[in-house]
């Protein structure tokens, strides 16, 4: 999953960067308004977390002109200003959540997972296609009774995919929710990946349907082949 911290101070978004990271996410960083918002309005993102007091455009704005926009990606609002009113007009101008600095990095965490999971409130926090499973919290990964061993991008990949069951998944579509706009990207990263992927998940159990499968000329999908 991919997330955007609009944040001007750069300790504390290189922070956040690194924590997310090490929790499997992709993350990029803007420093000013005028950037984060560019990247907000033209990158596909699954959450924004997003400063108050930026320069350039505050945050109150870019929430309120990316709504404008039909974006409605999640938003975090993280800002040191924790009067009830600034709340009140973060959440109003179109944030979904609202974290007052300083903050312990485990709630920042915790807040992420529960927006993320909005979508899939009616799945919980596990995720699942016929009998691989993915928990979002644990981190662990089966199928059937046997635990899978994923690196952070393949899990990050797995994770995207689950959570578009049975959809075509084109390779700009995952590259722009799994790897940040910095990243390297080869053009048969993707593949490599997915292959990653095939030989952890389909290939140790020859009796069972494999459940990546290539949609040759479009993308990828993860669900049964008769979908």
Known sequence: MRILVV??????????KKGLEQEAFAVDCAFTGTDGF????????????????LPGINGIEICKKLRSKQIHTPIMILTAKGQLEDKVSGLNSGADDYLTKPFAFEELLARVRALLRRPLSSQGQALQVGDLTLDTLSYEVRREDRKISLSAKEYALLEYLLRHPNQILTKEQIISHVWDYDA?????????????LRTKIDKPFPDKQPLIQTVRGFGYRIGAKNV
Not at 7 to 16: P, R
Not at 38 to 53: F, K, R, T
């Open 7 to 16: 944040e001007d101070e750069h300790k504390i978004a290189n922070s956040i």
């Open 38 to 53: 560019d990247l907000a309005s033209s990158e596909e993102y699954d959450l924004i977390i997003l400063d108050i007091l």
């Open 184 to 196: 390297n990207i080869l053009p048969n990263t993707v593949e490599v990946y997915i292959g990653y």
